[in-house]
């Protein structure tokens, strides 16, 4: 088996600061867990922003380049800025940050979908911002819009634009073949980093065999072409992707996926989780993959040639 590449989702635009106490919001925040989650083994650092003031996320780049130099600076880390924002924004909105940064890696959802997290808001009744309950209500009615125009805009603006290459995000089986799709028609070429998402609403659910099927079909239609990776939402984040190591897949944790270490236990850094599931590849005879590694397996164009 190759080395796995672990990926480190630090603060995402799901959980509000309701949720856990230990959830990064402020620039400096982001980069000292995004730097410790790094010097812990992830090889990768997924990255979205959030209002310092209040948590919310945001696509303001200002905010982004708060703490994408001091990681940069710190870390030999692969910086991976997410092109999926956060609910309400524009796809406009949602590149304008990696448009300004040119970063080695973004991600890219591959389609549209129902993005259901209104069932968080029966597990609070105390709020520490009133734009918390309204935000997660709101995904009642909501789309998570990624046109085969959107993803064709995003790869030829951040793609050929910013020789940026992309984590794309598959939510289900149909999103896998969209993928191929652009792969058919020459606008997304090898190798291809994909990463399979389990248990969101809306999505594919987390079900071991849904988990298969998924590896099934990304062989089908990538082969030796990919480098595969899983991440699994809430409880299922641990058990997920321990079985995509075992598969000889790559993983994605953090606290943009799951708020826990632990049955009932809140991670209070990134790293924890990243420590975690570094120790349990490596007690199952799996090496971790370097950033240099990771570069050179997903091709990517360096850390000199970014924009922050």
Request: charged content about 20%.
């Amino acid at each position: 088996m190759k080395p796995v590449i672990i990926t480190c989702a630090v603060t995402g635009s799901i959980h509000t600061p309701t949720m856990s106490e230990f959830l990064p919001i402020t620039p400096d925040e982001i980069a000292t867990q995004a730097i410790a989650a790094a010097d812990a083994g992830a090889a990768i650092l997924h990255l979205h922003a959030r209002d310092p003031a209040n948590g919310r996320p945001t696509p303001d780049p200002e905010v982004f380049m708060q703490f994408l130099p001091k990681i940069k600076e710190a870390t030999n880390a692969v910086v991976n800025i997410s092109t999926g924002g956060g609910p309400g924004m524009s796809v406009d909105e949602r590149i304008a940050a990696a448009m300004r940064a040119s970063p080695e890696m973004a991600s890219l959802n591959m389609g549209s979908m129902n993005f259901g997290l209104y069932p968080l808001l029966d597990k609070y009744s105390d709020w520490k911002h009133d734009w918390e309950p309204k935000f997660l209500d709101m995904t009642r009615d909501f789309i998570f819009r990624n046109t085969f125009q959107d993803i064709e805009t995003i790869l030829q603006k951040l793609g050929e634009g910013c020789g940026t290459r992309f984590e794309f995000e598959c939510y289900d089986v149909g999103h896998l073949y969209n993928l191929a799709h652009f792969v058919d028609r020459g606008l997304i070429k090898p190798p291809f980093f994909v990463q399979t998402i389990f248990g969101l609403l809306g999505g594919i659910g987390a079900d071991e065999e849904n988990l298969m099927h998924m590896r099934r079909m990304a062989l089908k239609l990538f082969g030796d072409d990919h480098e595969w990776s899983v991440l699994a939402a809430g409880r299922f984040q641990m058990p997920y992707v321990t079985r995509a190591g075992t598969m000889g897949g790559n993983v994605r944790v953090g606290l943009e996926d799951s708020l826990y270490l632990g049955k009932g236990e809140l991670a209070q850094t990134n790293a924890q989780q990243v420590t975690k599931i570094r120790r349990i590849l490596e007690d199952l005879s799996m090496t971790i993959a370097t950033p240099d590694e990771a570069r050179q397996r997903l091709a990517l164009k360096g850390a000199n040639n970014v924009a922050f």
